[in-house]
């Protein structure tokens, strides 16, 4: 106790578990004349990378020799000491013998209020057709930019049981469609514009 009018608390805490990894191995033996492959999953999420706040995603995913996922992503908060916080993600496809996907995407965003907020996005996407796939794929090239902003006053995010939740989108895609050795896009190039409206109230 200080004095009559007012007292001091001294409250302990410490710091949940942010981090996590999981992963299953497997192993499919050899038939016929078919060889044996590794199959496995390694899923990693650190949501406070050396108490610094930085939140990093990793994934590994094989199906088969010829199908695997591969991603990374990187959220960076307080750039340049400003409540603005950016995310890079990276990543890669290789679907069967039919195509190999790689995709960039940043997004630089902040909180102007405690209910309103807005964020950049930008992305870029390249699809290289393979040996199966080329005959109905075209190599291709697609960059977007969209602007999201959002208004949310609810009062518990999970489980809201009052406010509103409003968010609105406007992007911009340009795709380029490349001929290939076994077939001429119908368009080699395509420009879209999507609007979208998310609202809910409790």
Do not use: C
Request: charged content about 25%; aromatic content about 10%.
């Amino acid at each position: 106790r200080i004095d009559e009018d007012s007292v001091e608390i001294t409250i302990r805490v410490k710091e949940g578990k942010t981090s996590s990894i999981s992963g299953v191995l497997g192993y499919n033996p050899s038939r016929g004349t078919s060889d044996g492959y590794v199959t496995g999953l390694v899923d990693m999420a650190f949501g406070n990378l050396f108490g610094s706040n930085r939140k990093v995603k990793g994934l590994w995913h094989r199906y088969d020799p010829f199908s695997s996922d591969l991603r990374f992503e990187l959220e960076e908060p307080w750039i340049a000491g400003l409540p603005i916080t950016a995310t890079l993600a990276i990543g890669q496809t290789d679907q069967d013998s039919s195509y190999v996907l790689t995709q960039s995407a940043a997004t630089v965003g902040s909180r102007f209020t405690d209910h309103l907020s807005g964020r950049f996005l930008f992305g870029w996407e390249r699809i290289v057709p393979d040996s199966s796939g080329g005959a109905s794929l075209a190599r291709s090239t697609k960059y977007s930019a969209a602007v999201r902003a959002a208004y949310d006053t609810r009062d518990h995010a999970a489980n809201p049981r009052e406010g509103l939740r409003y968010q609105t989108e406007v992007a911009y895609r340009r795709k380029r469609n490349h001929p290939t050795s076994f077939m001429t896009p119908e368009k080699t190039k395509v420009r879209t514009t999507t609007f979208v409206l998310d609202f809910e109230h409790f």
